[in-house]
């Protein structure tokens, strides 16, 4: 693969489509398709950004057996949801899995009765994840794709610092990849937020308050929220007319004009899983919340095409008054 720089071409006229692979391995099939790997064209979230920003290069690791030139009209593409073809399988099976007409796993096997497995030792390692979930910033486009040497999406060096010190591996699979291709712990989940844990308390001094924050959240292989720079996890405190009294975001912050980082002050769950904080209000609080947000900066370009669960993961929500 090629660091999201050209498509794939695995090579092969047969075991192109993860349907292929469906007659044998249907548990792995039918989790492959609730994941977010197989929703990679179709997640709503990047289409609207697509149609933005309509660029091959979002489609080599969105939908990386696509076949379309640097110069065709994405555009047009974008707005067409009905269109047909491998490629809208996004990282299928195939992509992973399938070169020359071979089929690679972790370990060579000749015990399977339709095909023999051939060992990629990328799979044993983060070669492939880090392909789409570790680049810098694209200096340009055309007439190839080329970077700069700021990063723009970090995961794959967050892990080498964090995952080794939470497994003893550094592994993605470790964490992401369950029993028969389950992938967990992405934007598609929901379940992962059973583990966090928000506790509010306020005091009342004088006319003022304080309201004191601990939030406890189970360790990861990265800092969170990682990979799209618009994804914030966001405290509020309100009044009683829900008007904002606090609000403090966990995210990175880049100025695309000159690629400077504003702020990182994102969780850094290997060092410590639990933070506290506190916030002095000069108004009655009464109610807080935690919210994950997938798309904080662009929300209201969105939220006329996007529904409120396609952008946001509540977390906590209580009231917060002083007792």
Not at 63 to 82: E, M
Not at 133 to 143: I, K, L, R, V
Not at 234 to 254: C, G, S
Not at 296 to 305: A, C, Q, T, V, Y
């Amino acid at each position: 693969m090629s660091n999201g720089k050209s498509p794939l071409d695995i090579g092969s006229n047969q075991w192109n489509s993860s349907k292929d692979c469906e007659r044998c391995h249907q548990s792995i099939y039918q989790n492959h398709q609730k994941s977010a790997h197989a929703n990679s064209w179709k997640d709503p979230i990047f289409l609207v950004a697509f149609q933005k920003e309509p660029r091959q290069w979002c489609l080599n690791c969105h939908a990386p057996l696509h076949t379309f030139a640097a110069n065709d009209d994405f555009k047009t593409l974008s707005y067409v949801q009905s269109v047909d073809g491998i490629w809208t399988e996004g990282v299928n099976c195939a992509v992973c899995h399938v070169r020359g007409n071979k089929i690679f796993g972790k370990q060579t096997r000749n015990d399977l009765e339709d095909h023999k497995v051939f060992e990629d030792t990328s799979l044993s390692d983060n070669t492939l994840c880090q392909n789409c979930h570790q680049f810098n910033f694209p200096d340009t486009h055309h007439p190839k794709i080329e970077y700069t040497n700021v990063i723009m999406q970090g995961t794959g060096l967050e892990k080498e610092t964090m995952l080794p010190n939470l497994t003893g591996s550094n592994l993605c699979v470790n964490c992401h990849l369950k029993l028969d291709h389950q992938l967990n712990g992405t934007v598609f989940d929901f379940d992962w937020m059973d583990d966090w844990k928000v506790s509010v308390s306020t005091e009342g001094i004088g006319k003022e308050s304080i309201v004191n924050l601990i939030l406890k959240y189970p360790k990861m292989g990265h800092k969170f929220p990682t990979g799209d720079l618009f994804r914030s996890l966001v405290f509020r405190v309100y009044d009683r007319n829900q008007n904002i009294l606090v609000e403090d975001r966990f995210e990175k912050r880049m100025r695309i004009l000159d690629l400077y980082e504003v702020r990182d002050t994102r969780l850094s769950p290997y060092a410590n899983t639990e933070i506290s904080k506190s916030y002095w209000i000069k108004q009655d609080p009464f109610v807080c919340e935690l919210v994950y947000h997938l798309q904080f900066p662009i929300e209201h370009e969105l939220k006329n095409k996007l529904q409120y669960n396609q952008l946001h993961r509540p977390i906590f929500r209580d009231k917060c008054s002083v007792k």
